[in-house]
């Protein structure tokens, strides 16, 4: 049980195209789900923190009309890269957490996204 | 401020040895605390949890790691290592909801 998925895996895209990344939990309903973004040998930065039917919360620096984050269901949260540049490329990851407060979240396979 | 470190950026051992990552944390009340192990192109998968109680916690894999208060300190334990497990490791602090990530530790096996 509690396993996350995201899709695609892997996206190329050319500048200034948008490109929407989702994140299912397939087995258990997420009340949280998280972004975050990875550069190579890189730790784990957190982007943004979605709860089911409001608004995300995103962390200082990260551009919100960027990176369009929607958590439309209990299982599905979707991130848009809008007019994505070269500087976007990077490994996306999601994860999601059962239920609000102290909980472990588990973490989707990522999406590599590069940006030519 | 709260922080979590990872004092070792690659680590190298033998197969079959033993294997110690180290994690020092920062954080004004009880921690909990996480080991997250990545291979390469992959998400993450959680070797194991403190939250409270005993101090020496078993993980997945045969991991463990020892909370001890008194040096803010989580170190990852595996008492022998196998080809399988070269690949980069993560402690991580939740504070307030939130995973704040170390470093992490890339670790390579050699036969």
């Known amino acids: 049980g509690a396993v996350v998925s995201q899709h695609p895996s892997r996206v190329i895209c050319k500048s200034g195209t948008s490109v929407k990344i989702e994140c299912r939990s397939l087995d258990f309903q997420a009340t949280t789900m998280f972004w975050y973004r990875q550069f190579p040998k890189q730790s784990l930065m957190l982007m943004a923190t979605?709860?089911?039917?409001?608004?995300?919360?995103?962390e200082q620096g990260v551009e919100k009309d960027k990176f369009l984050i929607n958590h439309a269901s209990l299982t599905l949260s979707t991130l848009t890269v809008t007019s994505a540049h070269p500087e976007d490329s990077s490994f996306y990851i999601c994860s999601a957490r059962r239920d609000r407060g102290l909980n472990e979240q588990f973490f989707g396979p990522g999406t590599r996204l590069t940006v030519l | 401020a709260q922080s979590v470190t990872q004092p070792d950026i690659h680590i190298t051992v033998s197969e079959g040895a033993s294997l110690e990552l180290r994690c020092n944390y920062s954080y004004g009340a009880t921690p909990y605390l996480f080991w997250y192990v990545q291979s390469p192109g992959q998400g993450l998968q959680l070797l194991l949890k403190y939250f409270s109680g005993d101090t020496l916690v078993q993980g997945i894999k045969g991991f463990e790691a020892e909370f001890k208060r008194s040096q803010s300190s989580f170190n990852l334990r595996k008492p022998s290592v196998h080809w399988s497990d070269a690949a980069e490791y993560f402690c991580?602090?939740?504070?307030?909801?939130?995973?704040?990530f170390g470093a992490g530790t890339q670790v390579v096996v050699t036969p």
């Open positions: 979605s709860n089911e039917g409001s608004k995300a919360t995103y």
């Open positions: 991580a602090l939740d504070s307030w909801g939130k995973l704040q």
